[in-house]
């Protein structure tokens, strides 16, 4: 399958700096900043630099460097927030069946309560 980047989406806008974030971590490929609407205490959105969509299209296509970039500051994310003891849970969502929001790859990395079973039945 090819991946289409809709350069107007939310996340690629708060990239470009024409929206605010609160911003939690910056390295070069990767910006984590907290959700506007968050659902637990800590609730912190992970994005790569690059014009990604979905898991599957980082996974596939990114280089190694920005692979292991993103895959480094969501572990930060872990420590900075301090959920490594307690607990947490990271999500993706993509497409339709994933219910995804914003058409630019982000990791949820939620913590800071109990989470509840991972998926509502039906
Ligand atoms: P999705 O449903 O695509 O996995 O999640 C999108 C997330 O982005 C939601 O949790 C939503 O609250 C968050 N979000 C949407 N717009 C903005 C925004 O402008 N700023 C921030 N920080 N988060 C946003």
Not at 23 to 28: I, L, Q, S
Not at 75 to 85: M, R, S
């Amino acid at each position: 399958m090819s991946y289409e980047y809709d350069d107007q989406n939310i996340f690629a806008k708060i990239l470009r700096g024409e929206i605010p974030n609160d911003t939690v971590m910056e390295t070069e490929h990767t910006l984590a900043f907290r959700d506007i609407s968050a659902q637990a205490p800590v609730h912190v959105l992970v994005i790569p630099k690059g014009p990604y969509v979905c898991y599957d299209h980082f996974a596939l296509e990114a280089s190694d460097a920005e692979i292991v970039d993103f895959t480094r500051v969501i572990g930060e994310v872990c420590k900075a927030e301090g959920v490594q003891e307690g607990g947490y849970r990271v999500i993706s969502n993509a497409g339709r069946a994933g219910v995804q929001e914003v058409p630019h790859l982000h990791v949820h990395v939620l913590g800071g309560r109990n989470l509840g079973r991972m998926l509502a039945k039906g």
